[in-house]
T-cell receptor
């Protein structure tokens, strides 16, 4: 089955710890994205990558980091510098950066 | 810049009622338009899309027409079901731009 897999579905971390969210796709898509969703709000872009070994900051990149060493993988690290990390994180991919995006099931991160 | 404005929710309807969720946009270039649906605790699923003016996207009984003259992409369904209860997001992507721009989402609840 082709798709986007995010893991874990729920993640709890203590304040001050870095945490890495996984995103894997087997759709052979070039472009991948990370969005953040807060209650009652739309989606805000954190980082995106058009091709392997290249990525750009989105609208709210501060306190986050990414890597794109393989086409199918785009992990997101939430660092201790992110002031308010508790949120629902969504990974997406698209064939190119000009086509519609397909989303994973999301990871709900809670920092206590 | 590019932006999407959706009608504020929440919207509550009875089963078999007619649904309209309004969406208007502002775009710096020529956009493709999308409707996504999010069921509780899940990621976003593409519901329908339209890539040029006067195109009508349709899926699962939902429809939306790309109206360039009114910069709108309203979502409609003739007879809603309880299973349509979800949050609906309108989104756009301008040709050549790297990201999807989302509205804030409209929560729809259908009562039996």
């Amino acid at each position: 089955d082709g798709g986007i897999t995010q893991s874990p579905k729920y993640l709890f971390r203590k304040e001050g710890q870095n945490v890495t969210l996984s995103c894997e796709q087997n759709l052979n898509h070039d472009a991948m994205y990370w969005y953040r969703q807060d209650p009652g709000q739309g989606l805000r872009l954190i980082y995106y990558s058009q091709i392997v070994n290249d990525f750009q900051k989105g609208d709210i990149a501060e306190g986050y980091s990414v890597s794109r060493e393989k086409k199918e993988s785009f992990p997101l690290t939430v660092t201790s510098a992110q002031k308010n990390p508790t949120a629902f994180y969504l990974c997406a991919s698209s064939i190119t950066s000009n086509t519609e995006a397909f989303f994973g099931q999301g990871t709900r991160l809670t920092v206590v | 810049g590019d932006s999407v404005t959706q009608m504020e929710g929440p919207v509550t309807l009875s089963e078999e009622a007619f649904l309209t969720i309004n969406c208007t946009y502002t775009a710096t270039g020529y956009p493709s338009l999308f409707w996504y649906v999010q069921y509780p605790g899940e990621g976003l699923q593409l519901l329908l899309k339209a890539t040029k003016a006067d195109d009508k996207g349709s899926n699962k009984g939902f429809e939306a027409t790309y109206r360039k003259e009114t910069t709108s992409f309203h979502l409609e369904k003739g007879s809603v079901q309880v299973s349509d209860s979800a949050v609906y997001f309108c989104a756009l992507r301008v040709q050549g731009a790297q990201k999807l721009v989302f509205g804030q989402g409209t929560r729809l609840t259908i009562n039996p």
